[in-house]
Each structure stands twice: as structure tokens, then as C-alpha cells.
């Protein structure tokens, strides 16, 4: 199997994820990559895992990726506050760090295909706690050969990222809110990427389905690029020492942004601790501090509802690895979660995952960093990196580490502008208030120009008001694609 090939496919033939067959290293030594641009940076990483792109073609998807799309030529910058170094990963089209992975994977997708002769038209089915579904339909939109349909829980997302997926423009595009979480809807997915039959039928039609997940290989690659740059940006800056070694911080849901930071760590990037934080749906937390994975519990609403998951897909790549690369065992493992609702991991395999720190913060825990950053640094942030402000504090309390540390950032302070506001003024500041009233009231507390992916959708007419329960996904497929 080749990475293109990989890429197209989304999930393995059984139901598994891909993984390299072996991690490569950086070729070239970090002082060298340290003045290199984002684009430059990217190739250097991404050719080691994408091995039968060649050079022109990867270079060619960097470029048509991460252009003026991106509101700074850094495309992602660091902001140091609270002597941390806060990765601001939201400077594209959906103000989220998605925006990363999946402004290229249409490209790498697309080039996939025609290197593989592929003659139908590829089908993205997503499942989004919020942010994935907006940003891959922005990168699919109108994009040739494929469609994307994309699936949301509907009471489990901001006002704002609603308003973002409904208005989605492009004819290709298509959005269903799912009566129930994004577990049920992440599981309908994977359900139908299952369906042998369907698979047939489909093909029969002219179709072929792919996952803009962050279980597609696709979109793990790209987010290793920002760890690495970070590091870079430190280095030049005179931050760090040549080789010394930073810890990073991730607010963590699916656990596709922080494996992307191992991954990092396993190409040579000197990464010390992965602090793996939390919300209320505190699942991992739980996991790294006993080993069971347990995800028969009460799903939480919390105010940072891209981490509302408890069934972390990627965690499943961490695991094949801490078994030794057996991957029956990885099975075994993921077919009792699946059945049982839990699994126990051994000691060995706990010994493997001690470079990982979890931790949680409450909404509250999570409302006092952000307040806490703002009334001291002028800092804003938004409430997913909130959780990881407030989990890196207790980190530090804990261990006493005061190893350089990389905030993931992971999205716009707009994009949960009544959430933000609420954390720095109080609930009073944003009740009987417009999502929009609070976003203006936001740019003038913070000085922070509102960013155009808000200010579009200010007007913007909706296009899609499709709903269905978690059964009948698969019929809404169908019917879409007229089969
Ligand atoms: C998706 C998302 C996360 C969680 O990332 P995972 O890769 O799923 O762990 C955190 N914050 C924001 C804003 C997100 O959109």
C-alpha cells in the first residue's frame, strides 16, 4: 500500500487506520530547516511520510495549500504570553487548526487519484464535532471529481460553526445535522465505510468513498509540519538552544493533533512531554492515569465541544504502537471497546505511553485561564485552548517541569465569541445577545480585527437544512448521491 493509495482509501479494508510501516527521520538537522519558510518546512516533513509523491507534486499541493488563503505569511505563528509559547494554528479559511491538514488534503487527494487511475468520483463522508465539517467542505468545495457530505451533531456545536457549515457554498457540498452526538455520528460514519454492500452499489454508480477524518492518514502528515516549524521558529528566534527540548500542549478530542506531535517526536524533533488536555469529557485523562479506557459514561455538552468526544479514534495508532506494532492485539483492543465499552491497557504498553501527560480542566477551570491571560497579557484565547492553558498550569504545579513549552492553539477566540466573553467579562456580558453583537464587543474589548470567515457569514444565506437520526445516514448517502 502506498501513501497515495493510503490517502485515497481513508480507512484499511478491516476497519483499521493506516500507519507507516516505519518512522522516518528528518533528513536535514533542525538548525538547517530553522530559517525555512512554512511551505518549505512542510515539504521537508511531508516527504518522508508521502514517499511515492514526487517533489513536484508535493510541492505543487503546499503551494495551491498554504497561500494568501491564510491571513499571515507565517500561516502559523507563535505568540508568547505567560511565558508559554501559544501555536496560533487558525489563521485559515475556518479559523481552525483543521484548516491545516485540510486545506492540503484535497490536493494530496486529488493527485492521489490520477496517480492511481481512479475513475470515479471520490466521496468524502465526515463526521465533525464542529470544525473538521466546515474546513474539509472549504477544501472540497467545487474541487473536481469528488463531493463531500458531512455530518454534525445538532445541538453540539457553536452558533457561529453552524452558521459556518449551513451557509457552505460549492454544489458538491452537502450537510446533515444528526439527532445525537458526535460519537453517534462518527460511529454512522465508520459504519457505512464498513458496508461491503453499499461499497459495491456505490461503485456500480460511479462512486468510491474517502474520509477527511482525522482517521485518514492524510491529515495526520500536515499536522506534523506545525510541531516542527514551531520548534524551527524557536530556534531561529534564539528561544531554545540547538537540540534542546520542548514539551507540547494539545487540547485534545479525537487525539489526531497530539499523535501528530508524537509523530513529530518520533522523526527526531526533541519533544520532551505530551500533555494531552482534556475537557470535562475527560476520557484520556482518565486512561493515562489508570489504563482503562472506559468510554461508558455520561457524554458532557462542555463549552469547547470539538473536544465532546469520547471515543478518540486516533488513540488506536497510539496503541498499535505501544503493543509492539501487533496489530491483532490493536484489533482486539478496539473490537472489546466496540462491544464492551472499555479496554485495559498492560503495563508495557503504559511503560511505551510515559512520555504522555493527561490531565482536564473544568469550564471554569478553562473560563479563569482564559480571563487570567487576557487581564494579564492581553492575550486571547479561545476556549478549546483555554483547556489547555488551565491543564498546562496544573501540569506545572504537579511536576515542577519548566521545560519551553508549545501551546497548540487551536482556534479563533471568534469562533466561540459568547463562550470567550462569558470567560473574561461573566455570563452577564452576553446574555440576551447575538452571536454576532458578542463578536463585535469582543474586537473591541481585544483590539483583535474580526476575521473575515466571521464576518461572511454575518449575511450569508443558509444552503443546507438537512437533518436525520444516526440510522438513517447511510438512506441520507443514497439519496444524495441519487443511488
Ligand atoms: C478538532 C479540535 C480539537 C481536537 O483535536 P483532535 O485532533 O481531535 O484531538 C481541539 N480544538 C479545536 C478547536 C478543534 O477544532
Excluded at 491564510?70 to 505568540?79: C, H, K, M, Q, Y
Excluded at 454544489?171 to 465505510?193: L, P
Excluded at 478530542?253 to 506531535?261: D, R, S, T, V, Y
Aim: glycine share 8%; hydrophobic share 40%.
Amino acid at each position: 500500500m502506498t501513501a497515495s493509495q493510503a490517502i485515497l482509501q481513508g480507512l484499511a479494508q478491516d476497519g483499521g487506520l493506516f500507519m507507516p510501516t516505519e518512522f522516518p527521520r528528518l533528513d536535514k538537522p533542525l538548525k538547517e530547516l530553522a530559517p525555512l519558510s512554512y511551505q518549505e518546512t512542510a515539504y521537508e516533513v511531508m516527504k518522508l511520510f508521502l514517499t511515492d509523491y514526487t517533489e513536484e507534486e508535493l510541492k505543487s499541493c503546499i503551494a495551491k495549500a498554504y497561500d494568501s488563503k491564510f491571513d499571515t505569511e507565517e500561516i502559523a505563528p507563535l505568540a508568547k504570553a505567560d511565558g508559554a509559547y501559544f501555536l496560533e494554528l487558525y489563521h485559515g479559511n475556518t479559523i481552525a487548526f483543521k484548516d491545516m491538514a485540510l486545506s492540503i488534503l484535497p490536493h494530496l487527494m486529488t493527485v492521489a487519484a490520477k496517480k492511481n487511475h481512479v475513475d470515479k468520483e471520490i466521496v468524502i463522508l465526515t463526521a465533525t464535532s464542529g470544525d473538521t465539517g466546515k474546513a474539509a467542505m472549504a477544501g472540497f468545495a467545487d474541487v473536481p471529481g469528488t463531493r463531500i457530505i458531512v455530518f454534525y451533531p445538532k445541538d453540539g456545536v457553536s452558533r457561529i460553526q453552524e452558521l459556518q457549515m449551513r451557509t457552505q457554498k460549492g454544489d458538491n457540498t452537502c450537510v446533515a445535522a444528526i439527532e445525537g452526538n458526535f460519537d453517534d455520528a462518527q460511529t454512522g460514519v465508520k459504519k457505512i465505510f464498513g458496508d461491503k454492500e453499499l461499497e459495491k452499489e456505490l461503485a456500480r454508480a460511479g462512486f468510491q468513498l474517502s474520509s477527511a477524518n482525522s482517521i485518514n492518514i492524510g491529515r495526520l502528515v500536515p499536522q506534523i509540519v506545525y510541531y516542527v516549524y514551531a520548534y524551527c521558529k524557536l530556534l531561529a528566534g534564539g528561544e531554545i538552544k540547538d537540540g534542546e527540548a520542548i514539551n507540547v500542549v494539545v487540547p485534545t478530542g479525537n487525539f489526531g493533533n497530539i499523535l501528530a506531535a508524537y509523530f513529530a517526536k518520533r522523526i527526531d524533533l526533541p519533544v520532551k512531554t505530551l500533555v494531552c488536555a482534556s475537557n470535562e469529557n475527560k476520557v484520556l485523562y482518565d486512561f493515562f492515569s489508570t489504563g482503562t479506557y472506559d468510554r461508558r459514561r455520561e457524554f458532557i455538552l462542555t463549552n469547547s465541544p470539538s473536544m465532546d468526544i469520547l471515543i478518540s479514534s486516533n488513540l488506536e495508532r497510539l496503541i498499535y504502537l505501544s503493543t509492539g506494532c501487533d496489530a491483532q492485539a490493536d484489533k482486539e483492543l478496539m473490537r472489546e471497546l466496540a462491544e464492551q465499552g472499555s479496554y485495559r491497557a498492560t503495563d508495557s504498553m503504559r511503560a511505551f505511553m510515559s512520555d504522555f501527560w493527561g490531565g482536564f480542566a473544568s469550564q471554569e477551570e478553562s473560563g479563569a485561564a482564559i480571563r487570567k491571560l487576557f487581564e494579564d497579557c492581553g492575550y486571547l484565547i479561545d476556549t478549546h485552548t483555554g483547556v489547555a492553558a488551565a491543564v498546562y498550569g496544573k501540569y506545572k504545579k504537579e511536576t515542577g517541569d519548566r521545560t519551553a513549552a508549545v501551546i497548540a492553539s487551536t482556534a479563533s477566540p471568534y469562533k466561540f465569541a459568547p463562550s470567550v466573553m462569558a470567560a473574561v467579562k461573566g455570563e452577564a456580558a452576553v446574555q440576551d445577545k447575538d452571536a454576532f453583537a458578542v463578536v463585535d464587543a469582543l474586537s473591541e474589548m481585544s483590539g483583535v480585527p474580526v476575521p473575515q470567515a466571521v464576518n461572511e457569514i454575518r449575511t450569508a444565506p443558509i444552503r443546507h437544512s438537512r437533518e436525520c437520526a444516526p440510522e438513517e445516514m447511510e438512506n441520507l448517502v443514497k439519496n444524495v448521491l441519487g443511488v
